[in-house]
């Protein structure tokens, strides 16, 4: 089981930025798993990988790929309270799910 993170390298975030992006980006695409594959995820240690996008259409056509799978995701859009405009779409989450299966949205990308 693994869940992939992807966050924008084209944005600059800093480091406290991108923490937090990465974290609310997690959380969400767990809540849309179903329970079985909360409970399986967590019991085998909650495999994370945090990768890089160049920018907002390489986040969302990697959500459409995982939604087509059936793959838990999620897309974050900040808030604007700091650094970032409101709205400016930071990550996408892919996983929970087999570790085959979340490589086949996300195995090409680099890590952060």
């Known amino acids: 089981m ?3 993170v992807v966050a924008r390298a ?6 406290g930025k991108l923490a937090a992006q990465v974290a609310h980006a997690s959380l969400m695409a ?5 329970r079985t594959v909360q409970n ?12 890089q996008a160049d920018g907002e259409s390489q986040l969302f056509e990697l959500a459409d790929l995982a939604e087509r799978d ?3 995701r999620a897309v974050v859009r ?4 700091t650094e970032l405009d409101p709205g400016t779409v930071t990550a996408v989450a892919v996983g929970p799910e087999r570790e085959d ?5 996300t195995g090409d ?3 952060y």
């Open 2 to 4: 693994k869940q992939a």
């Open 70 to 72: 059936g793959i838990p």
């Open 40 to 51: 399986e995820w967590k019991g085998s240690g909650q495999k994370k990988v945090v990768l």
């Open 30 to 34: 767990f809540e849309d798993a179903d």
């Open 10 to 15: 084209d944005l600059g975030m800093g480091e």
């Open 109 to 111: 990308l680099s890590l």
């Open 78 to 81: 900040d808030a604007g309270h």
């Open 101 to 105: 299966v979340v490589d086949r949205v």
